[in-house]
């Protein structure tokens, strides 16, 4: 029922800078936690950045001091500014959301976005 479509992955330069979003759609729900994991070629899937409903914000230590997770509840989004951008960014990168319902008669669950790459190189 509930759709998160990322936008926001390319190209970036050593460096530089990207910006990723997440959006939630498809039906009256609410939302609890967000966050961000990535996943490199041959390396296992690690979560980046995640904040929770209220706003509360953690990071993986490879990401702390460049990136930043923000959210927009009214719009039902997430967001991770990637700065300073190193070639060890490049991923395959996911966003998540906790996701429950008005009225109660549908369990909360976690919903997934479909991925967007993100490469750094000059």
């Known amino acids: 029922q509930v759709q998160l479509v990322e936008s926001g992955g390319g190209l970036g330069q050593p460096g530089g800078s990207l910006r990723l979003s997440c959006a939630a759609s498809?039906?009256?729900?609410?939302?609890?936690?967000m966050g961000w994991y990535r996943q490199a070629p041959g390396k296992q899937r690690e979560v980046v950045a995640t904040?929770?409903?209220?706003?509360?914000?953690r990071y993986a230590d490879s990401v702390k001091g460049r990136f930043t997770i923000s959210r927009d509840n009214a719009k039902k989004s997430v967001f991770l500014q990637m700065n300073s951008l190193k070639p060890e960014d490049t991923a395959d990168y996911f966003c998540?959301?906790?996701?429950?319902?008005?009225?109660?008669?549908?369990?909360?669950?976690?919903?997934w976005g479909q991925g967007t790459q993100v490469t750094v190189s000059s």
């Open positions: 998540y959301a906790g996701v429950s319902f008005y009225g109660g008669g549908m369990p909360p669950y976690t919903a």
């Open positions: 498809g039906g009256i729900f609410r939302i609890g936690d």
């Open positions: 904040i929770t409903a209220d706003g509360n914000t």
